[in-house]
Nanobody, 119 residues
Framework: QVQLVESGGGLVQAGGSLRLSCAAS????????MGWFRQGPGKERGFVAT????????DYADSVRGRFTISKDTTKNTVYLQMNSLKPEDTAVYYC????????????WGRGTQVTVSS
């Protein structure tokens, strides 16, 4: 099994920055890709960003492109989400997830970390 633990959430003013981390442990960890998702108040969980584990190819939701940066450290089995120019609408629980192969869904999920952006 794979365990994912997010950290780095908190309360920040609009325009501020936060850096989320997601540490993976468990079986030998070599996913196809890692992703960040979020669920805001009264909303469904949605895609934020993804990064391929071997090549580092990234993709972002339109709402965060240019403000958020996803990165990884394969030596630490950790993926990061640098969030800049935060807006109140970025308020959500942020989850990381792992996709083990190209054909699978995101199989493993963390419990989430709360990000609150005040206006």
């Amino acid at each position: 099994q794979v365990q994912l633990v997010e950290s780095g959430g908190g309360l920040v003013q609009a325009g501020g920055s936060l850096r989320l981390s997601c540490a993976a442990s468990g079986r030998t960890f070599s996913p196809y890709s890692m992703g960040w998702f979020r669920q805001g108040p009264g909303k469904e969980r949605g895609f934020v960003a993804t990064i391929s584990w071997s090549g580092g190819r990234t993709d972002y939701a339109d709402s965060v492109r240019g403000r958020f940066t996803i990165s990884k450290d394969t030596t630490k089995n950790t993926v990061y989400l640098q969030m800049n120019s935060l807006k109140p609408e970025d308020t959500a629980v942020y989850y990381c997830a792992a996709k083990l192969n190209i054909l699978s869904a995101y199989n493993f999920w963390g419990r989430g970390t709360q990000v609150t952006v005040s206006s």
